[in-house]
């Protein structure tokens, strides 16, 4: 069903056309949508919970993964949507799959942290071929092509590998998901003793990125949706760097998964203390991996 929305008085609302299908289109488009994004006060009133008290969303989150939707519409009327405010279906489908996470980082978004970014993943059968990621307070646009880089604007992307040891990690505590609360902390307990330091910044997608430009070397989070990673995951690759699940498998589309990132030495010694850490901790550890939970 189809969202109808009137924009607060002043809005503009910026009518993008797709023209040639190059990543600049998603660029534009990424960047067209964030003007959507209120002058950050006030933001409370439309603050709503969802599934968990602190999963929030906003009418700005819908706003923006509706415009995103309907403005790719117009070139691309075949194509599927993955999107996380609604339309949760990952058809296995030929045409071009979109997936969206309108704002990464509501909670942020909510406090006025501005660490927030939208994040567009763009599949075709079944593989990313182009990505952005873009944090409009800092004017960061991530973007990448599949077999052609990565860059963070006019920079490309080259991770450094380096040895856990000496890596900063992004390490989230899966807000949403408390049933895995004490794991997710005992394992981040022995992850970070083997690490440099931590960060937790409260957006999975612009951390995955900063995973691929140096500012981390490393993302890992236990339980994250296709929307959260999508995007980034070839970000991380076509910088160089090695994305996967904790046991080392491919990212799913269609359901939940754990997520480690980054260079690829550092993402190695993570994926062996994951390893010895579930033949001692964790055999019984249940996570709900459906997309629709
Ligand atoms: C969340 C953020 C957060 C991460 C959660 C995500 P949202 O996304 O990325 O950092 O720890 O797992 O679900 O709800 O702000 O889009
Ligand atoms: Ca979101
Ligand atoms: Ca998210």
Redesign the pocket.
């Given at each position: 069903m189809e969202r109808i929305y009137t924009p607060k008085a002043g809005a503009i609302i910026p009518l993008v056309f797709i023209g040639e299908k190059t990543m600049s289109d998603l660029k534009k488009i990424v960047v067209s949508a964030a003007e959507l994004l209120p002058d950050l006060f006030g933001v409370n009133d439309t603050v709503h919970k969802k599934g968990s008290i602190r999963?929030e969303v906003t009418e700005y989150d819908l706003l923006i993964q509706d415009y995103i939707i309907n403005t790719i519409k117009k070139e691309y009327p075949n194509a599927v949507f993955l999107g996380?405010e609604g339309g949760k279906e990952a058809e296995d489908t030929n045409n071009l799959l979109f997936v969206i996470?309108p704002?990464?980082?509501?909670?942020n978004f909510v406090n006025n942290c501005k660490f927030s970014c939208i994040s567009i993943a763009m599949l075709r059968s079944g593989e990313v071929v182009e990505a952005v990621v873009y944090n409009p307070y800092l004017k960061d646009m991530f973007f990448a092509k599949k077999n052609e880089g990565a860059w963070l604007n006019d920079q490309k992307l080259q991770i450094e590998d380096t040895r856990l040891k000496e890596s900063i990690v992004g390490y989230?505590?899966?807000?949403?998901d408390e049933e895995i609360t004490d794991f997710t902390f005992a394992f981040g307990k022995m992850l970070y003793k083997k690490s440099l330091d931590f960060r937790r910044m409260?957006?999975?997608?612009l951390?995955i990125c900063y995973a691929a430009c140096g500012r981390y070397q490393l993302y890992c989070?236990m339980i994250?949706?296709p929307w959260?990673y999508l995007a980034a995951s070839l970000i991380v690759e076509e910088a160089g760097g090695v994305i996967s699940d904790c046991n080392g498998g491919k990212l799913k589309i269609n359901k939940r998964c754990s997520v480690v990132a980054g260079c690829p030495t550092a993402h190695h010694e993570v994926l062996e203390m994951y390893k010895d850490f579930m033949q001692q901790k964790g055999n019984d550890i249940k996570v709900k991996t459906s997309i629709n939970d």
């Open positions: 999963n996380e996470d704002i990464d980082g509501t909670t989230s505590n899966c807000p949403y409260g957006a999975s997608a951390e989070e994250l949706y959260d």
